[in-house]
């Protein structure tokens, strides 16, 4: 059983930059694929950016691509989420999540276990 922790979240003006963490317990955390989404108000999770065990691989939703960097450290369990050149668009609830399966990554059903999520907000 895996315990995932999320922080960082906070309020920013557009154009600004967050980073956000999410940490491990409760298990191997190198042996977990790991994921980040968002939730909206009223709008469905989304996916927003997938790494692999070793972390040399990396995806992006095509909307935070170019501006997101997913990354981790297998060493401390921990994941990150570095945000640049945030949007107002990007407002929402932040959650961490890991799979054990080779399921689509993009697939809220993929993931076996979730954080509690870190709120983000970004004015304009």
């Known amino acids: 059983q895996v315990q995932l922790v999320e922080s960082g979240g906070g309020w920013v003006q557009a154009g600004g930059s967050l980073r956000l963490s999410c940490a491990a317990s409760?298990?191997?955390?190198?042996?977990?694929?790991m994921g980040w989404f968002r939730q909206a108000p009223g709008k469905e999770r989304e996916f927003v950016a997938a790494i692999s065990w070793s972390g040399g691989r990396t995806y992006y939703s095509d909307s935070v691509k170019a501006r997101f960097t997913i990354s981790r450290d297998n060493a401390k369990s921990t994941m990150y989420l570095q945000m640049n050149s945030l949007k107002p668009e990007d407002t929402a609830v932040y959650y961490c999540?890991?799979?054990?399966?080779?399921?689509?990554?993009?697939?809220?059903?993929?993931?076996?276990?979730w954080g509690q999520g870190t709120q983000v907000t970004v004015s304009s």
């Open positions: 409760g298990g191997t955390f190198g042996n977990y694929r």
């Open positions: 999540a890991a799979r054990s399966g080779n399921y689509d990554r993009t697939r809220v059903e993929s993931y076996d276990y």
